[in-house]
C-alpha cells in the first residue's frame, strides 16, 4: 500500500478522553471546555494538513534528501512552501505560551498533533518540534531581554531552533565538550564545532537560534562546567533593520538511514571573529537548562515514534488486505491478512500502537496537571508522575516503533525491503527513536536510578496502584477480559518487589542497574501499556455500540495473551542480576 496517511481519528478521540480522564486533567481550569470546543476542529483540521500537505513530502525527502550548497542547505521540493502554509495556518503556534503569541492550548491536544506530524513526514515533524523546546527553556530560564526578542518569533515560526550539544569527542557525556565562550562587553563569543545538529541548517526561515553548550573561562571540569548560549545564525540588527550574519555556518551534512529531508550538520563556531552569543541562565548551570528542553523532546520523540508505528500498521494493513497469495478452505483465493500469522504480527502492530498512544497521551495530560493543577499538591503530584513516565514514553514508545516498522516490512515480504516501498523508509526513519535525546539506555538508568530508586519507589508504587485500580474494573475470568485484570494484578506486585530487591542490593553491586534497567524498563512500559488497554476495554464496555468497541476489547484480550506475557522474561533477567553480563570476559565478548 501507498497513499497518503490518514489521521485514525476515532482512536484519537478515545485517547484524548481516556488521557483526560487517567490523568485528571480535567479538573484544571479551561481544560474540559478546551477539548469540548477545540479539540475537534484542531483534530480535522490537522489530520487534513497531515494528510494533504505532509505526507506527500515524504517520500520525496527521502529521495531527494536536503543538500549544502555554498549557499547554506537547501531542503527537498516543496519543503519551503509546505512550511510557509504550516506557519501561516498556526501549527508552529499551537501548543506555544499565550504570551509570546502562541495559542496556548493543552499539551494534551498538542500530543495529538504531534504524532500526526510524526506520522505524516517526520522529518518535518522535527524542525517545529526543536522549537517548542526551545521556548521551555526561554520560559524557565532566559533574561526578559532575551525572550522579548526571540520568544515570539520563535512561537509563531518564523524563527526555528536547534540544540546544538554534541561534539565529536563528546556524545552524551557532555562532561568531555570543549567548545568555549569568551566573555566581552555585550555578551560571549563562542569557539568549537558540534556535531549531528538536527536541522541545524535551511532554507525554511530567515533565523535559526542555536542553543548551545559551551565552557566560560575557569569553568571547573566536567558537567558543572558547563553553561549554555543563545547563538543566532543570524543577529537582529540593533537599528531594527535586517540581520546581520553570525559566525556559525554548517561545514557538512550527515548522509544517515533514515529521517534524509533532515539536514543534520557538522556546525562551525568562531572560524573568524567568534560567534556572537549570550548566556541563558545561570552559569555553569547549562545542564540544568538543556534538561528543560531535553524532557519535553523526550516526550516528542515518544510521541514522533508513535506516529510512525501507527504509519507502519496503516501501510502492512493495507498490503495484506490487497496482496493475494495461497488459498481459503474453500479453494478460492485469498489476501494473506486471511493468514493467522498475519493476524497476529498486526494484532500485535495494533495493540502495541494503541497501548503507546495512551501512555503518550497520558504523560502529555499530567504535564498540564503538573503545570495548571487545581493546588500545589496536585501539581506536585503530577511533576512527580512525569517525571516517572517521561524516560518510558521515550524509550519505550520508539522501541515499539522499531518493532512494528520491523513486523511492517516482514508482512510486505519482498515488496518492503525495497527502497521504492515506503514502509522501507518508515522502517529506517523509526529507527533514530531510540538514539535521539539519549538512547534508550540512558532512559532506562535514568528511570531506574532516578525515579525508582533514588526516591524508595514512592513514584512507582503510586503509579502501579493506578493501574491496580484500572485493573479491578474489569470483569474476572472466565470473561474475555479476566487475563488482563488478573495479569496487571499479579504483575504490578512482582515490578513492585523486583524494585524493592534492586533498591537493597543496588548499593553492593556497581554493575546492577546498568545490568538490569533496560529490562526494568521494559518489564514497566509492557505494564503501562497493559493498563492503558485495561481503561480502553473499561470504556468500550461501558459504550459497546461507540465505533472500535469490539475491535477495542478485542485487541485488549490480545494484548493480555500475547504481549503482558513479555514481563515474565524481563522479569527473569532482572532477578538474574550483573553476573551474566560481568562473567563475560571483554576480550571473549
Known amino acids: 500500500m501507498s497513499g497518503r496517511y490518514q489521521a485514525p481519528l476515532t482512536l484519537m478521540r478515545a485517547a484524548l478522553a481516556q488521557a483526560a480522564d487517567a490523568s485528571g486533567a480535567r479538573a484544571v481550569a479551561g481544560c474540559q471546555e478546551i477539548l469540548a470546543e477545540w479539540a475537534e476542529p484542531v483534530l480535522e483540521s490537522a489530520a487534513r494538513f497531515a494528510g494533504a500537505v505532509l505526507s506527500p513530502l515524504n517520500i520525496v525527502g527521502d529521495r531527494s534528501p536536503s543538500r549544502l550548497t555554498a549557499a547554506g542547505v537547501v531542503t527537498p521540493p516543496g519543503f519551503v512552501e509546505a512550511y510557509g502554509r504550516f506557519r501561516r495556518d498556526g501549527w508552529v503556534s499551537l501548543g506555544a505560551p499565550a504570551e509570546y503569541g502562541g495559542q496556548g492550548l493543552p499539551m494534551l491536544l498538542a500530543a495529538a498533533v504531534t504524532e500526526m506530524w510524526g506520522s505524516a513526514n517526520l522529518s518535518f515533524a522535527m524542525c517545529p518540534e526543536l522549537a517548542a523546546g526551545a521556548l521551555e527553556m526561554l520560559r524557565a530560564h532566559a533574561s526578559r531581554e532575551?525572550?522579548?526578542?526571540?520568544?515570539?518569533?520563535?512561537?509563531?515560526?518564523?524563527?526555528?531552533?536547534?540544540?546544538?550539544?554534541?561534539?565529536?569527542?563528546?556524545?552524551?557525556?557532555?562532561?568531555?565538550?570543549?567548545?568555549?565562550?569568551?566573555?566581552?562587553?555585550?555578551?560571549?563569543?563562542?569557539?568549537?564545532?558540534?556535531?549531528?545538529?538536527?536541522?541545524?541548517?535551511?532554507?525554511?526561515?530567515?533565523?535559526?537560534?542555536?542553543?548551545?553548550?559551551?565552557?566560560?573561562?575557569?569553568?571547573?571540569?566536567?558537567?558543572?562546567?558547563?553553561?549554555?548560549?543563545?547563538?543566532?545564525?543570524?543577529?537582529?540588527?540593533?537599528?531594527?533593520?535586517?540581520?546581520?550574519?553570525?559566525?556559525?555556518?554548517?561545514?557538512?551534512?550527515?548522509?544517515k538511514m533514515g529521517i534524509r529531508a533532515s539536514a543534520t550538520c557538522a556546525m562551525a563556531l568562531g572560524e573568524r571573529e567568534g560567534a556572537r552569543g549570550w548566556l541563558v541562565g545561570r552559569l555553569h548551570e547549562g545542564l540544568a537548562c538543556m534538561f528543560t528542553t531535553m524532557n519535553h523532546m523526550r516526550l516528542g520523540v515518544g510521541l514522533h515514534s508513535l506516529g510512525l508505528a501507527e504509519r507502519a500498521l496503516q501501510l502492512a494493513r493495507g498490503h495484506a488486505r490487497e496482496r493475494i497469495q495461497g488459498r481459503d478452505a474453500a479453494g478460492s483465493p485469498r489476501a494473506i491478512i486471511g493468514h493467522a500469522d498475519v493476524r497476529r504480527m498486526l494484532l500485535t502492530m495494533k495493540a502495541l500502537t494503541h497501548a503507546s498512544r495512551g501512555l503518550a497521551y497520558t504523560t502529555a495530560a499530567t504535564l498540564d496537571v503538573s503545570r495548571h493543577g487545581t493546588d500545589t499538591a496536585a501539581r506536585a503530584s503530577a511533576a512527580r508522575r512525569v517525571d516517572l513516565l517521561t524516560p518510558l514514553v521515550k524509550a519505550w514508545c520508539s522501541d515499539v516503533a522499531v518493532e512494528v516498522a520491523s513486523l511492517g516490512v516482514q508482512i510486505?515480504?519482498?515488496?518492503?525491503?525495497?527502497?521504492?516501498?515506503?514502509?522501507?523508509?518508515?522502517?529506517?526513519?523509526?529507527?533514530?527513536?531510540?538514539?535521539?535525546?539519549?538512547?534508550?539506555?540512558?532512559?532506562?538508568?535514568?528511570?531506574?536510578?532516578?525515579?525508582?530508586?533514588?526516591?524508595?519507589?514512592?513514584?512507582?508504587?503510586?503509579?502501579?496502584?493506578?493501574?491496580?485500580?484500572?485493573?479491578?474494573?474489569?470483569?474476572?475470568?472466565?470473561?474475555?477480559?479476566?487475563?488482563?485484570?488478573?495479569?496487571?494484578?499479579?504483575?504490578?506486585?512482582?515490578?513492585?518487589?523486583?524494585?524493592?530487591?534492586?533498591?537493597?542490593?543496588?548499593?553492593?553491586?556497581?554493575?546492577?542497574?546498568?545490568?538490569?534497567?533496560?529490562?526494568?524498563?521494559?518489564?514497566?512500559?509492557?505494564?503501562?501499556?497493559?493498563?492503558?488497554?485495561?481503561?480502553?476495554?473499561?470504556?468500550?464496555?461501558?459504550?459497546?455500540?461507540?465505533?472500535?468497541?469490539?475491535?477495542?476489547?478485542?485487541?485488549?484480550?490480545?494484548?493480555?495473551?500475547?504481549?503482558?506475557?513479555?514481563?515474565?522474561?524481563?522479569?527473569?533477567?532482572?532477578?538474574?542480576?550483573?553476573?551474566?553480563?560481568?562473567?563475560?570476559?571483554?576480550?571473549?565478548?
Open 146 to 255: 532575551l525572550i522579548d526578542e526571540y520568544a515570539s518569533r520563535l512561537a509563531s515560526g518564523e524563527w526555528t531552533a536547534t540544540m546544538c550539544l554534541t561534539e565529536p569527542q563528546a556524545g552524551s557525556d557532555l562532561a568531555l565538550l570543549r567548545t568555549r565562550a569568551e566573555p566581552e562587553a555585550e555578551g560571549w563569543r563562542l569557539y568549537g564545532r558540534k556535531i549531528f545538529i538536527s536541522w541545524g541548517d535551511h532554507d525554511l526561515t530567515d533565523n535559526i537560534v542555536h542553543f548551545v553548550l559551551a565552557r566560560a573561562p575557569d569553568a571547573p571540569p566536567g558537567l558543572k562546567g558547563i553553561s549554555v548560549f543563545l547563538v543566532p545564525k543570524k543577529m537582529p540588527a540593533r537599528a531594527g533593520h535586517g540581520l546581520q550574519p553570525n559566525d556559525i555556518r554548517a561545514v557538512s551534512l550527515e548522509h
Open 412 to 589: 510486505h515480504g519482498g515488496a518492503g525491503y525495497v527502497d521504492d516501498a515506503e514502509i522501507s523508509q518508515i522502517y529506517r526513519d523509526a529507527r533514530i527513536g531510540p538514539i535521539f535525546e539519549g538512547t534508550n539506555y540512558i532512559q532506562a538508568q535514568d528511570l531506574l536510578a532516578r525515579k525508582v530508586i533514588r526516591d524508595g519507589g514512592a513514584a512507582l508504587r503510586a503509579l502501579l496502584e493506578d493501574m491496580a485500580l484500572a485493573a479491578r474494573q474489569l470483569p474476572p475470568p472466565p470473561h474475555a477480559l479476566g487475563l488482563l485484570r488478573a495479569q496487571l494484578l499479579d504483575g504490578g506486585p512482582r515490578l513492585l518487589a523486583l524494585a524493592n530487591g534492586l533498591l537493597e542490593a543496588c548499593s553492593g553491586e556497581p554493575d546492577l542497574i546498568g545490568a538490569t534497567a533496560y529490562h526494568f524498563l521494559h518489564a514497566l512500559g509492557v505494564l503501562a501499556g497493559g493498563w492503558q488497554w485495561a481503561l480502553s476495554a473499561h470504556a468500550a464496555a461501558a459504550d459497546p455500540s461507540a465505533p472500535h468497541a469490539r475491535a477495542l476489547t478485542d485487541t485488549a484480550a490480545f494484548y493480555a495473551a500475547q504481549i503482558l506475557p513479555r514481563m515474565h522474561g524481563y522479569e527473569t533477567a532482572i532477578r538474574c542480576g550483573a553476573q551474566p553480563i560481568a562473567r563475560a570476559a571483554i576480550d571473549e565478548i
